[in-house]
């Protein structure tokens, strides 16, 4: 079975396509940078490939922004806009000597034509592991940067008045589980729900290595906590899940956004098993752009994630048939109900079942069925999340090919998914403890013929 390729999902049209880099907002386009392999679907020749779109849900592909050279391979990094219109990136150079650094870029034509600093590499630690530098303003004035020591699980942080000259200014970590490296961080101020409060997020991605690697695979994650003199500290003891889901990677958030909302995209992808997924010849999604925010459920912060989503269509109830591009919005009465079951079936014996379970207080997806099976010994099986806030029957599921992200608890609760549904069409059923039938409404995804969505784009995200 071959994969179809997402429609309203940033995803190549060709080769291979992982972490989201340079996220920015610019000349009223929001520009995504990303790891990119020109020359195959498969890992490798790392460079930044450039897409852009004046809405988050229909994208442009562009020429490759930052190209590996004979020695270097350009992996992830970030790019900030400056007052002038020009942008910097900050990127790690993978030397094949076994050296990451971070190296500079700037463009002055919105992205499209970069050059590279004469001095780089500018931070250099002599490091293996050094990577992933993620520039954020500093409420006052000035900048930060965080990049991992990977290994170590320690993000380090530099900060700077103009982008140029560079001091360490302190590291937070390890933290969590051991076995994994840290990756991909990013840091933001959030508002809290119903407050005029904001506190720091640090994001992370793990990745677990090693021979006795965790099957799971890679992971998002946050902390809340302060930043402080040029470091973020916290009083957390260990790291909490972004993403209850097997697929979501990677993620930060845009510059400049308008607003200053928090608005997030990550890789649909996990390194456990990303190098075989059936497509060709493209290889890779991202995730639909994410707003982010907080809110206190019983003295407690939790992240809260909003997507960009297209409209949704007319009310339908029971067994619904669409094509596998869809938003679906399903709704009941827990009391009314107990536990509801939602099973999307398609091609073959494909299977994925979601369960709302009001008692337990959970929210599981499984995939099932023989493509999942041979996909990869760790693909099929069943992930389960917590349910944080006051029940309530409302579960947001989004349908993009083989790309399934569910929301959950008013966005407090996300699993995010590679499905192995086929590109015919899919039977969604919705059934209950009761006779009480969920209701579910289907916003079907109209395609024209370039292959983008041709409904109307989405309202712009919530201001942070």
Same mark, same amino acid.
């Given at each position: 079975m071959s994969l179809p390729r997402p429609r309203f999902h940033l995803a190549p049209a060709q080769n291979w396509m992982n972490d989201p880099n340079g996220l920015v907002f610019a000349d009223d386009r929001w520009h995504a940078f990303f790891q990119f392999n020109p020359e195959g679907n498969d890992w490798g020749n790392m460079s930044w490939g450039h897409a852009s779109s004046p809405d988050l849900l229909h994208w442009d592909e562009h020429p490759v922004a930052l190209r590996h050279?004979?020695?270097?391979? +350009?992996?992830?990094?970030? +790019?900030?806009?400056?007052?002038?219109?020009?942008?910097?990136a900050f990127y790690t150079s993978a030397?094949?000597?076994? +050296?990451?650094?971070?190296?500079?870029?700037?463009?002055?034509?919105?992205?499209?034509?970069? /050059?590279?600093?004469?001095?780089?590499?500018?931070?250099?630690?002599?490091?293996?592991?050094?990577?992933?530098?993620?520039?954020?303003?500093?409420?006052? =004035?000035?900048?930060?940067?965080?990049?991992?020591?990977a290994v170590e699980r320690r993000v380090v942080f530099y900060a700077s008045d103009d982008l140029t000259a560079w001091r360490e200014t302190g590291s937070f970590g390890p933290l969590g589980p051991e076995g994994v490296v840290w990756e991909c961080p990013d840091l933001v101020r959030l508002p809290v729900e119903g407050t005029t409060e904001r506190a720091w997020v640090l994001l992370l991605s793990t990745n677990p290595v090693g021979d006795d690697a965790d099957p799971e695979g890679s992971a998002?994650?946050?902390?809340?906590?302060?930043?402080?003199?040029?470091?973020?500290?916290? !009083?957390?003891?260990?790291?909490?899940?972004?993403?209850? =889901?097997?697929?979501?990677?990677?993620?930060?958030?845009?510059?400049?956004? !308008?607003?200053?909302?928090?608005?997030?995209?990550?890789?649909?992808?996990?390194?456990?098993?990303?190098?075989?997924?059936?497509?060709s010849p493209w290889r890779g999604a991202m995730s639909l752009p994410r707003t982010l925010g907080l809110r206190r459920i019983d003295g407690v912060l939790h992240l809260v994630q909003h997507p960009v989503l297209p409209p949704p269509g007319a009310v339908e109830t029971g067994a619904v048939v669409i094509e596998p591009h869809a938003v679906l919005d399903v709704?009941?009465? !827990?009391?009314?109900?107990?536990?509801?079951?939602?099973?999307?079936?398609?091609?073959?014996?494909?299977?994925?079942?979601?369960?709302?379970?009001p008692v337990a207080r959970t929210l599981s997806v499984s995939r099932s069925g023989r493509a999942a099976d041979v996909l990869h010994p760790d693909f099929a099986g069943i992930?389960?999340?917590?349910?944080?806030?006051? /029940?309530?029957?409302?579960?947001?599921?989004?349908?993009?090919?083989?790309?399934?992200?569910?929301?959950?608890?008013? =966005?407090?609760?996300?699993?995010?998914?590679l499905v192995t549904l086929g590109a015919g069409p899919v039977t969604i059923a919705a059934s209950a403890e009761t006779d009480v039938v969920p209701s579910v409404r289907v916003g079907a995804v109209r395609v024209g013929a370039t292959g983008d969505p041709a409904q109307e784009g989405p309202a712009a995200p919530a201001a942070a």
């Open positions: 050279r004979p020695g270097e391979q +350009i992996f992830s990094g970030s +790019i900030v806009s400056g007052d002038d219109g020009t942008l910097t030397y094949d000597r076994g +050296i990451q650094a971070q190296s500079r870029a700037t463009s002055v034509d919105g992205g499209f034509t970069w /050059t590279m600093d004469a001095a780089n590499p500018v931070l250099d630690r002599t490091s293996s592991d050094f990577r992933d530098p993620k520039v954020v303003r500093v409420p006052g =004035g000035g900048w930060l940067m965080l990049a991992v020591e998002m994650h946050y902390v809340v906590g302060d930043l402080d003199d040029g470091v973020f500290r916290s !009083p957390a003891v260990d790291l909490r899940p972004l993403d209850h =889901g097997r697929d979501c990677y990677a993620g930060v958030t845009f510059d400049s956004a !308008p607003g200053g909302a928090a608005v997030m995209l990550a890789w649909m992808g996990n390194w456990r098993y990303a190098h075989v997924v059936p497509t709704r009941w009465d !827990p009391g009314a109900t107990g536990t509801v079951r939602l099973r999307l079936e398609g091609e073959a014996d494909a299977a994925v079942d979601v369960v709302h379970d992930r389960s999340a917590p349910l944080v806030g006051p /029940t309530s029957g409302a579960v947001t599921l989004v349908l993009d090919g083989p790309l399934l992200e569910v929301f959950s608890d008013d =966005g407090a609760t996300v699993l995010s998914h």
